[in-house]
RNA sequence: GGGCCGUUAGCUCAGUUGGCAGAGCACCUGAUUUUUAAUCCGGUGGCCGCAGGUUCGAGUCCUGCACGGCCCA
């Protein structure tokens, strides 16, 4: 710390001590509101005219000396309300104010009314002390903009930036909407492990550790799947669960290694109505947010409201490269690669060559809402194989403004296939293919016809907060720790 | 992993062909009983990200590293 934020800190806590000194607590125990910002300014009115008694707490961040009275601002998590405090009404304890900076909590007793400038104000009885800060505050106009402190130091990125706190509320708010939108329609809300003996249920590379009762390799989940198709088997036949998964791999614009993601499974369901599902989830979500379903995502008016897309897998890019990509073997579409400007370094399956040549080619120009269906199935061992070509799966993707929002199947159900698909993947040379045999276990008990879904809740919460960097939706992203000291 | 950009006071930012380290806010002192980015007087505050190099002299030029951002992969 250098000299003079070290001296501003010892010159507040200089002020701590005086407060202790004359009996006044610095960090007391409580203090009762009987109203919040908001709500004083909605009921200004009727608050006025009864000239009703208010106790209302907050952090200062104004305040204005004018010799004899003060004017201020708290704010508290409702948003904030100017307060003006005058030596003739507080009398001794007006000098107490000294003690008072910017930064500090403070609860105040007194009557609404409006200043000369017509701005609702709270005429200061009496105030107390709820807790004295010993660092400063963030700039008042400018607020705080270095994103890797923003990051770093979320709790100040909120003190100063409003419209930051309005992100997470809208994030809470979706997952609210989420919850009430399947459990209307009958779905259980269930928990799974995210400490797992064995991954599975997505190609990723997971994190590792150690669990020393059990004296047994664990591993965080990269995805609920085969739990929650246990569930299932055993009857509990619309289920879904909100919850943390764990990738070990690169961290962007896109991807945290911790993300957040809804899966959802519905018996006796295939992925059309899985389509549908989510048609309907997207349009109730943007009418509770925004009272309509278009929405502005990047500069671009999106439209909610209206049929998704359908656009198939290897159609498009059928279309887009000239030739059939499932006539391809590794080799020729590495070289195929090289001449539309895919770059297939370090691409060693054939799965992840076809979802590369997509995402690279054809994804990140989806701007409307579309459902990018009937994947190779080589590229996904879960899905069943498509009921009119065994070369593809029932699988879709929901794409927005460029954005992979998540993934769904129709279930693979048949205990035998799943089997060898699961040994189809690692024959393969795919990358983290594992073979759950509990979960074929589970399996061979029978797994009714299952429609599947994943999405992930950041980048939907990135969508409906028009926000480019999944960064700015999760409170504590993931940063390099800095070099130590 | 590669390319480009950034890192200067607690915060927001300037900093000229390489020549004394700057402003606003915040903080401290004083004035001020309707201000609201309050105003006015006077002050304090720097490991210029880190480590080397070039130079009489480096915030500035060069190299490496760290952290971050964007793009590419």
Redesign the pocket.
């Known amino acids: 710390?250098?000299?003079?934020?070290a001296?501003?800190r010892e010159?507040?806590i200089a002020?701590v001590e005086r407060l202790r000194s004359l009996g006044i607590r610095p960090y007391p125990y409580r203090f009762e509101r009987t109203h919040q910002t908001d709500k004083v300014i909605a009921n200004f009115e009727k608050l006025s005219t009864e000239k009703t008694n208010i106790r209302i707490s907050g952090r200062l961040v104004?305040?204005?000396?004018?010799?004899?009275?003060i004017?201020g601002?708290l704010a508290d998590g409702q948003g904030k309300i100017?307060i003006?405090l005058?030596?003739?009404f507080l009398g001794e304890k007006f000098r107490l104010l000294?003690l008072l900076?910017?930064?500090d909590h403070i609860g105040v007793q007194g009557e609404a009314?409006k200043?000369?400038?017509?701005?609702i104000?709270i005429?200061v009885k009496s105030f107390e002390f709820l807790a004295k800060a010993l660092?400063?505050?963030?700039?008042?106009?400018?607020?705080?903009?270095?994103?890797?402190?923003?990051?770093r130091s979320r709790h100040?990125d909120l003190i100063?930036n409003p419209e930051v706190k309005k992100i997470f509320l809208i994030r809470t708010k979706i997952i609210n909407l989420i919850r009430q939108f399947l459990n209307e329609r009958g779905f259980v809300e269930v928990e799974t492990p995210v400490l797992q003996p064995i991954y599975g249920g997505a190609a990723a590379n997971p994190f590792q550790t150690f669990y020393n009762a059990l004296d047994q390799k664990m591993f965080l989940r990269i995805s609920d799947e085969l739990y929650l198709k246990r569930l299932i088997v055993g009857g509990i036949d619309k289920v879904y669960e909100v919850g943390k998964d764990f990738r070990n791999e690169?961290?962007?614009?896109f991807h945290n290694p911790e993300f957040t993601q809804i899966e959802v499974y519905e018996a006796y369901a295939d992925y059309n109505d899985v389509m549908r599902l989510v048609e309907e989830l997207f349009k109730f979500i943007a009418l509770n947010l925004f009272g309509k379903t278009e929405i502005t995502f990047k500069d671009k008016n999106i439209d909610l409201g209206k049929p998704w897309l359908r656009l198939k897998f290897v159609d498009a890019l059928k279309e887009k490269i000239g030739e059939d990509p499932l006539a391809h073997s590794i080799e020729s579409l590495k070289k195929l690669g090289a001449k539309f400007?895919?770059?297939?370094?370090?691409v060693h399956s054939l799965g992840k060559m076809l979802d590369k040549f997509f995402s690279?080619l054809i994804q990140?120009d989806i701007i409307e809402p579309t459902f990018v269906m009937d994947h190779p199935r080589i590229t996904t061992p879960l899905a069943k194989t498509h009921r009119d070509n065994p070369d593809l799966v029932e699988r879709f993707e929901p794409i927005i403004g460029g954005i992979e929002l998540g993934n769904a199947f129709s279930e693979a159900t048949d205990p035998i296939e799943q089997r060898k698909r699961f040994e189809e993947q690692i024959k393969l040379n795919e990358e983290y293919a594992t073979l759950d045999e509990d979960f074929i276990n589970a399996l061979e008990y029978g797994m009714p016809p299952c429609g599947g879904l994943g999405l992930g809740i950041d980048r939907m919460v990135m969508l409906f907060t028009n926000t480019?960097?999944i960064?700015e939706v999760i409170l504590f992203?993931q940063?390099?720790?800095?070099?130590a000291?």
Do not use: C
């Not at 710390?1 to 934020?5: A, H, I």
């Not at 690169?250 to 614009?253: A, S």
């Not at 400007?341 to 370090?346: A, K, L, N, Q, S």
């Open positions: 710390m250098n000299d003079e934020l001296k501003e010159i507040k002020k104004a305040k204005r000396e004018h010799g004899k009275t004017f601002h100017q003006y005058r030596q003739d000294d900076d910017v930064g009314f200043t000369k400038t017509g701005e104000t005429l660092r400063p505050m963030p700039e008042k106009w400018h607020g705080l903009k270095d994103v890797e402190t923003r990051y100040l100063a690169g961290l962007d614009r400007g895919v770059d297939t370094e370090g690279e990140k480019e960097s960064r992203p940063l390099r720790s800095p070099a000291e």
